[in-house]
């Protein structure tokens, strides 16, 4: 990872008559890296991508894609990226070769190249066995991974993706996510927009969380937990936990919360500051012996949530 910008986003606004879908994003994405659009639907997310990839024009604001004038360039930025749209956007009475050598040709690469690039990336993807079949009758991985190999025919620097696993089953996510690591590993920047918090931190480096086209928070996973709940979760491992000591658990002047979580008691307190002590005693008393207090990392779900709280008390 080279760590210099390959995009900067300034001021970047959408609105749609008086309704504001993206409000004046500020960010950077570095070269090399998995950044992440994190957000539940209508987050504004693909308004994001929509401009970043000159489909639709911002209403405000500017950004540069390697190097290009998004306002300015449109033509020169199209030729750096890919795009894979978040419905299907191929002829579904193609086959997945041809619809491969259509794009192809599309971006006016000789047809001998197109051949050649049409194999290797139907064999990256898995779709080497089905390429004379139509994309049509394809599952929605299929479907997805012929997306994939479309939108990087001409092997672009920067490749946009827009919820790519949505909808797809446990298996052909994981395959989405894999072969979305390997590009990035050959040197591919990727922008991945996705509403599943464990998705964004099982893929990205660094992550923008966007709710009601505004960015509320950004940084790696690990920087997003520890700004918001700075290690104030912990697991306690006894005997035999019951419904009932959790719910005197919850009765504790610094408990917030106490759940029960297969054999494990999660518990969040207000501060991390004689936690240790305090729950030790209370499982003393109730008669407990504890065998082992760990603090717990907050997952990405646990942090959104209180983030979007807050923005509803203000
Ligand atoms: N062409 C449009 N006209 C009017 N409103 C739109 C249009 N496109 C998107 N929106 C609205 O903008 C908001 C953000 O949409 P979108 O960017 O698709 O969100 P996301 O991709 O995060 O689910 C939504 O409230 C949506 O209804
Ligand atoms: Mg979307």
Redesign the pocket.
Known sequence: MSGTNIIEIKGLTKR??S?T??DKMNLSVREGEIFGFL??????????ISMLTTLITPTEGSATIAGHDLLKEGIKVREVIGVVP?SFALFPELTAAENLSYIGKLYGLPSSVVKERSIELLRTVSLYDHRDRIAGVFSGGMKQRLSLAASIMSNPKILFM??PTTGLDPQSRIAMRELTKRLNKAGMTIVY?T?DMDEAEKICDRITI?DK?HIIADGTSKELKQKILPGNLFEVEIEAPTKEIVAELRRLPFVTAAELSENLIIITVKQRKGTFERLSDFFRRQGHEIIEIRSKEPSLEEVFIQLTKKDLRD
Do not use: I, S
């Not at 957000?39 to 994001?48: L, S």
């Open positions: 749609f008559g309704f879908a993206v957000g539940p639907n209508g987050a504004g997310k693909t308004t994001t978040q827009d919820e927009t509403h966007m086209g």
